[in-house]
């Protein structure tokens, strides 16, 4: 009897055990986000799909990680009659737990869209126009019949600039004034309503006092604008934007060109001819938005801008400072800062120095991954 007791005992242990471990694996499964490709597509799910067959669907198509797992789970601690049919747009990270949650809170009814901070209104344009092969309805036959989708005909939308006039009356585009965030739209969406909704953030996000805080320091709200996006561009640390704004404000009154590579990249977009390097050609030509050669700010802003990139502008950080070069020494996307040239130079030949490294390096990867592909 107390034989048969113990290898009783030793059967429940092994059986606990295995539950045990059996129920880890499901949750590990199930709640750990992965990435997938198809985060910019919508996968639909037809009326009346088994749930087996709804996993398979976004097994196949790489959403859901672990086809088992996810069936276990839905037997066992979810309900797969609440999985409903609908288009779905699934983020990339994901956890299956989310993917379920999704299906069961029903069919997504917008598109997303993501304007990073220090986008040109080309890049915006570009992006606008590329929503509509991700709508459900789009087809390659289909894209050729949405002429208001066309990057030419979106950045003519963008020269309308009634909605910024009490902002910025003097403003020629609404370069800077299209809030980088990512929003969500209805499917059906036409470019010149998402324009609005992003001109609309930004409204939201300058503050009516704003205003005086720029005429405080003897700027325009166009100028205080044409600045952040400067330094937007600049820098992506924000402790560092008031110490950019506060130098762009020491090279204004010395009369001293700003030096500001991205206003080139900015003057070859608007020219139709970048290429993703900046050549001599663009340092050299004659435009007011060449900061290498022209004194004084640009006729407007170069890119979207941030809160904390216009709250610098508004609020420079007063210092000596008249050039900065990249930290390598961090290699952080942080700054070396200088007030004499002699230092500048210095810091910049150390950089130099670095990106050539980098770019021998860049070299020996792509031939080493050439040999192994042979």
């Not at 694996?25 to 799909?49: D, F, L």
């Not at 709804?54 to 797992?69: E, K, R, W």
């Not at 990270?93 to 993501?114: A, Y």
């Amino acid at each position: 009897m107390k034989r048969l007791l113990v290898v009783l005992c030793v059967i429940v242990l092994v059986f606990v055990v295995a539950v045990c471990a059996g129920s880890y694996w499901v949750y590990s499964a199930v709640s750990t986000p992965h990435e997938h490709s198809k985060a910019n597509e919508y996968i639909r799910i037809e009326k009346g799909t088994p749930p087996s067959q709804i996993v398979a669907q976004l097994a196949s198509a790489g959403v859901i990680s672990d086809t088992a797992a996810t069936m276990v789970y839905l037997r066992t601690v979810g309900d797969s009659s609440k999985l409903q049919a609908g288009e779905y747009q699934f983020p990339s990270p994901i956890s299956t737990l989310g993917v379920i949650k999704q299906l069961e809170k029903g069919q997504d009814l917008t598109i997303k869209l993501t304007i990073p901070e220090g986008f040109t209104r080309f890049d915006i344009a570009k992006r606008v126009a590329q929503l509509v092969l991700s709508r459900p309805d789009t087809t390659a036959a289909s894209t050729n019949v949405r002429p208001e989708f066309e990057e030419n005909v979106i950045l003519e939308l963008m020269n309308d600039t009634s909605l910024i006039k009490d902002i910025s009356p003097g403003a020629k585009n609404l370069e800077g004034y299209m809030y980088p965030s990512t929003y969500n739209l209805p499917r059906d969406a036409k470019p010149r309503e998402i324009i609005k909704t992003m001109v609309e953030q930004f409204r939201k996000i300058w503050k009516p006092e704003w205003n005086a805080a720029a005429q405080a320091i003897h700027r325009s709200p166009h100028e205080i604008v044409t600045i952040a996006s400067l330094i937007e561009t600049e820098t992506g640390v924000e402790s560092e934007r008031p110490i950019v704004a506060g130098i762009i404000n020491n090279r204004l009154t010395k009369n001293i060109p700003l030096g500001i590579d991205q206003t080139n990249v900015y003057i070859a977009k608007m020219m139709g001819r970048w290429d993703g390097t900046i050549n001599k050609s663009d340092l050299e030509v004659d435009s007011p938005y060449n900061t290498r050669i022209k004194t004084g700010l640009p006729p407007g802003p170069i890119s979207s801008v941030s809160e904390s990139a216009i709250k610098a502008a508004l609020f420079p950080q007063a210092n000596d400072y008249l050039f900065y070069v990249r930290n390598v020494d961090l290699n952080d996307g942080s700054h070396w800062f200088y007030s004499s040239a002699a230092e500048f130079e210095k810091g910049k030949a150390k950089y130099q120095q670095w990106l050539e490294q980098e770019r021998q390096e860049k070299r020996a990867n792509a031939a080493n991954s050439s040999n192994a592909n042979q």
